[in-house]
């Protein structure tokens, strides 16, 4: 068993949880934190920090509002306690250099704000997850056989939340990646239209992906209930999607894992042997 101690904020999230898997199984002791967690952890609570930190010497950090104003202020505090709890290493999850929206400017400061906080790091900006079509918001729509998205023939380079977690669990627990800005991507570019194909392959299942206008997409979400702030944001999302602003490859993944990073299709395999789609 590893003397290391890592702190997994986000341990409920999907790239937090198997952080915490992946380092268990190496033997280093994680600490597990999420606001509903045992070991409790709560960016807008601040005396929840210090008892977060206690003997830890790395950390997984998952800033829910990293698009906001706000994120810079609370990592910067959050890095500088970090250094002075004796943490020797952080890792943040960011988004691409070049993602979409005035949001991208409180994302780069928050990320310089962890750069100068003390601790050594790394930051990982990810691409759309791979999981988000079985355990996030797109997993209804698939499993309501037609998904229904603003995003045209735009292309992503989608990843794998389990590559992002072996990068992140590999830049704590191995030399050599301290510095590092990895831009991570899955190997190839793919629509909407693409992953809906390869999930309907995958399952045998009649899925359809429709292209919609952004006005069809928004009253269709807020007849279901989404809150104003989600489909505002969605919407730009997606647009930047369908815009190309996303249409670019990164070797991230080979850089730090000596690795191509996993096929949407190996996922799609993979879930649907689990019966994540199962209607």
Same mark, same amino acid.
């Given at each position: 068993?590893?003397?290391?101690?890592?702190?997994?904020?986000? $341990?409920?999230?999907?790239?937090?949880?198997?952080?915490?898997?992946?380092?268990?199984?190496?033997?280093?002791?994680?600490?597990?934190?999420?606001?509903?967690?045992?070991?409790? @952890?709560?960016?807008?609570?601040?005396?929840?920090? #210090?008892?977060?930190?206690?003997?830890?010497?790395?950390?997984?950090?998952?800033?829910?509002?990293?698009?906001?104003?706000?994120?810079?202020?609370?990592?910067?505090?959050?890095?500088?306690?970090?250094?002075?709890?004796?943490?020797?290493?952080?890792?943040?999850?960011?988004?691409?250099?070049?993602?979409?929206?005035?949001?991208?400017?409180?994302?780069?400061?928050? #990320?310089?704000?962890?750069?100068?906080?003390?601790?050594?790091?790394?930051?990982?900006?990810?691409?759309?997850?791979?999981?988000?079509?079985?355990?996030?918001?797109?997993? %209804?729509?698939?499993?309501?056989?037609?998904?229904?998205?603003? $995003?045209?023939?735009?292309?992503?380079?989608?990843? %794998?939340?389990?590559?992002?977690?072996?990068?992140?669990?590999? $830049?704590?627990?191995?030399?050599?990646?301290?510095?590092?800005?990895?831009?991570?991507?899955?190997?190839?570019?793919?629509?909407?239209?693409?992953?809906?194909?390869?999930?309907?392959?995958?399952?045998?299942?009649?899925?359809?992906?429709?292209?919609?206008?952004?006005?069809?997409?928004?009253?269709?979400?807020?007849?279901?209930?989404?809150? #104003?702030?989600?489909?505002?944001?969605?919407?730009?999302?997606?647009?930047?999607?369908?815009?190309?602003?996303?249409?670019?490859?990164?070797?991230?993944?080979?850089?730090?894992?000596?690795?191509?990073?996993?096929? @949407?299709?190996?996922?799609?395999? $993979?879930?649907?042997?689990?019966?994540?789609?199962?209607?």
């Amino acid at each position: 068993m590893s003397d290391e101690m890592i702190l997994v904020t986000g $341990a409920t999230g999907k790239t937090g949880r198997r952080v915490a898997r992946l380092l268990r199984e190496r033997g280093t002791t994680v600490r597990a934190a999420s606001r509903s967690g045992t070991a409790t @952890f709560d960016w807008t609570d601040r005396s929840t920090w #210090e008892p977060a930190l206690r003997g830890v010497t790395g950390m997984y950090v998952v800033h829910p509002g990293l698009g906001g104003p706000q994120a810079a202020q609370d990592v910067a505090a959050f890095g500088r306690r970090a250094a002075e709890a004796g943490v020797r290493h952080a890792v943040l999850l960011s988004t691409p250099s070049d993602a979409w929206g005035p949001a991208q400017e409180h994302v780069l400061a928050a #990320e310089r704000a962890l750069e100068h906080a003390g601790p050594e790091w790394t930051v990982l900006r990810v691409r759309w997850f791979f999981q988000n079509f079985s355990e996030d918001f797109l997993l %209804d729509p698939v499993l309501s056989g037609e998904v229904r998205l603003p $995003a045209g023939d735009g292309k992503e380079a989608f990843i %794998d939340a389990e590559d992002i977690a072996e990068v992140a669990v590999a $830049a704590l627990t191995e030399a050599g990646h301290a510095g590092w800005h990895y831009e991570l991507s899955g190997p190839r570019l793919m629509t909407f239209g693409d992953t809906v194909a390869e999930i309907a392959r995958a399952t045998g299942r009649d899925l359809r992906y429709v292209p919609v206008t952004q006005e069809a997409y928004a009253e269709e979400q807020r007849a279901q209930g989404a809150p #104003e702030e989600w489909v505002h944001l969605s919407v730009g999302m997606y647009d930047y999607v369908r815009s190309g602003g996303l249409a670019s490859l990164s070797d991230g993944v080979q850089r730090a894992l000596g690795r191509a990073p996993r096929d @949407f299709s190996e996922y799609a395999d $993979a879930a649907a042997r689990q019966g994540v789609w199962s209607s």
